[in-house]
């Protein structure tokens, strides 16, 4: 049975309940760091017994050293894998300063955003600089229902670009909040957001062929007609249009996107950050992973021997529970970011490729697989992971969830059988071929998906093989 949390549970309480320990490290695992600043911070002003020393500690050995991370902890670590340390925003990362100027200097953060804005900033992290000028042409080119106005074709004439980026630029802005912006019509974008359902295992059935064949009947509310050429109940018809209605929206400008919480910048934040190691280009990578304390959190000395010399019964009891919370607090803290580092090691050990180069390079990996590997829970590892951000050393800030991402995967299962295609290979080809890798997905998925890794059609790549022998 596996731990749901990392590491031993030592208790220096004999009255804390194991379940509050837990529930309160979940808890915590499951915040941003900047969460859990304001965690923290409210924490310390309700408890005289929690307390935030100056002191640089390693959370390892708990000896006071110099600066992140601790050096004779590193010496013991396996010299090839990566060095992940945890630490204080503050200390020990290369430029926690920027990204907090960036984050209080960005006035547009603060003022009521633009629908292109917010999609700009959810793509930009993961585009190149050649390619944000794309996003943020397209971007200028919505109409007030955020269609794209212009053809793509014209698009990538017009900026001198190959059709295949525009088409690359498109996919990702599609797929960000409000899902199918920049789409051509009604049509492609509900189409995109059911996609997108269908990939989290959420849609309906007979959800597309309704909208593929019976869009108009739909409208018209004439349950009737398309259940009859269904063969199937009015009832169920009904239900099928109530999941339309329900999960898409025709128009990506009327979606709530502003007031998704997604949008408050917390991609300027990362929550790990992955630098090259400053000492030694090849060395290991060095991998932060940020504590949301400032500092050594512990639990207050001075109240401690305060409260073993209180003689008046109930007044002992009120400042041992001060204790005894500040107690668990900062243990729960402790595991939580043991958690994290542990989780991270595994994810950066496996994916350095990814990590210094391309999607192409990600290695498919479920949070089951990790759970098993790491003996957690499959849901200890969904907290860790959930709205979390990690910055590879190129500068990009990414979710951490992308190391799950079931599409990229299969996106690096496209690219990879069409590198190796002996002829050129049709997306359906493709598709069917996808199956030997474990992934059943629709011919226009694979289309999609080719588009976004900007590799031509089977027709254009032909004139182009065949390649070295
Ligand atoms: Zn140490």
Redesign the pocket.
Known sequence: MPNIIAGQFHSTSQRQLPAAHLTRTMQLLEKTCNELDTELENEINQNPALEMSEECR?P????I?PSYP?Q??MTRLNPSGPIVYVAPRSRGSSSPEEYDEYYSNDNRLRDPETLSEHVLKQVAPSISPKERLVAEHLLARLDEHGFLIDHPAEIASYLKVRLTIVEKVISLIQRADPIGVASKNVMECLMIQLEMLEEDGKSHPLARKMLTDFWEHLGRRDFQTVAKKCKTSVDAITKVAQFIKRNLTPYPSQSHWNNSASATGRYYRPDVEVIKNPYDEDGPLMVQVFSASKGWLKVNSTVRTMVSKIEDPEKKDEWSAYLERAALFVKCMRQRDNAMKRIVKLIVERQPKFILGNDKDLIPMTRAQLAIELSLHESTISRAVANKTISLPNGRIIPLSTFFDRSLAIRAAVRKIIEEEKTAMTDEQVANKLVDHGYKVARRTVAKYRSMLGILPANLRARQLPRAV
């Open positions: 390693c390892d050995c708990k000896k050293i601790c004779s902890c």
